[in-house]
DNA sequence: ATGTTTATTGATTGACGCGTCAATTAAAAA
DNA sequence: TTTTTAATTGACGCGTCAATCAATAAACAT
């Protein structure tokens, strides 16, 4: 039953399906039968819209950073001051969406996969450089040195997303013990 | 020609071969039989040994745990204070040794690996525990709060790690960068 | 010598999964 | 109504790979 204009439709059900799937089996390890299956389709239609497994992946991850995204502006949009944005960029690390443990599980295996594959190696880069870019450009003003410390406090987001991935958060709130971390190497206001 | 007593080497040989597979790959995705052949011997002998890729996979990290926790035991022998404690245990992670591209490849995979594994998860509640447990015993005497300090200084080591099998590696030196950032929460010896 | 144990592998099996293709359906266009 | 076009799938070919097994060969024991 053939209608029109399908094409987004089974596109981003395949996207959710893929992740609820890596989420599920914790690894990229999934078979695009499962996704198809999940979505609702023939593996065959899967093929159709999107050539062959990786690219499957690649959009899951690119909505994924989507989604991302919106949340960073979001929150950038109603900070002011550059202490503001800092907490509004750490915390939009760890909002809902991203703390997901489908998110995660997608994140830390397409960090995985970009060790072989130059297209998810570029997409990670995209992330990393805008979130390096956005701490630098909040940091500049308030912090000695805004590139050692941004790299820190990136590596630090990375890292609670491993720990969380791991079922290890008994934390209560890693936004705020990044926060309290970086605190002392801030400048004071004058 | 068969000479007495190959077990111990052959298993060897194949936790080896498997490291390097697995970082050459950057992937789990390495076969028993490309194991197999770059340690010399057929797949049916791997078998043989190690039942089945997993437990070939687990030695391997078996074997990447061992190394580190020697890196740590040597370099905490020779610590006195509490601050040259926290400096050894900081540095024992970023040693050569933990930071072959291939070990660095590794440890990534069996991140994820752990999710689908309980064996494999075992093993990293191995590592985690053991270093959190020397970061709060030697922070306890110079930190208010141990135990956050601990972890958040774990999540930092395990961050930097994922940058480095990144490649985005241009920070000078991970371990004095973690201890900079450290610093301003130790508390002044008396 | 003869038998037992250990080492070793080529060949094979059985399963699985990606990607393709021809065929089918039904809406839209002419 | 006829034709075109988009949507959709079942079946399948082809390759891959983990794991098994029977067979061979050398060391050791008696």
């Given amino acids: 039953m053939p209608k029109l204009g399908m094409e987004p439709i089974r596109r981003e ?53 989507a989604g991302f995204a919106v949340e960073v502006r979001s929150r950038l949009s109603m900070a002011d001051t550059p202490r503001d944005r800092l907490t509004a960029l750490v915390e939009a690390s760890f909002a809902q969406s991203c703390f997901d443990p489908e998110v995660i599980s997608a994140w830390l295996n397409f960090y995985v996969k970009a060790h072989s594959s130059p297209d998810a190696m570029r997409l990670l ?9 956005n701490l630098i450009h909040t ?18 987001i990375d890292g609670l997303y491993i720990r969380a991935a791991l079922g290890a958060v008994k934390t209560n709130d890693p936004a705020s013990a990044i926060l309290a971390f970086t605190a002392p190497h801030l400048e004071d206001e004058r």
């Fill in 13 to 65: 059900a395949l996207v959710t399906a893929a992740i609820a799937e890596i989420g599920a089996a914790g690894s990229l390890d999934v078979t695009v039968s499962a996704i198809s299956k999940r979505a609702g389709m023939s593996s065959a239609l899967a093929h159709h819209y999107f050539g062959n497994k990786d690219q499957i992946f690649l959009a899951a991850m690119r909505h994924i950073l």
């Fill in 125 to 133: 880069r995209v992330y990393q450089h805008r979130l390096r870019s």
């Fill in 139 to 156: 940091l500049r003003p308030i912090a000695r040195e805004p590139e050692a410390l941004a790299d820190t406090i990136a590596a630090l």
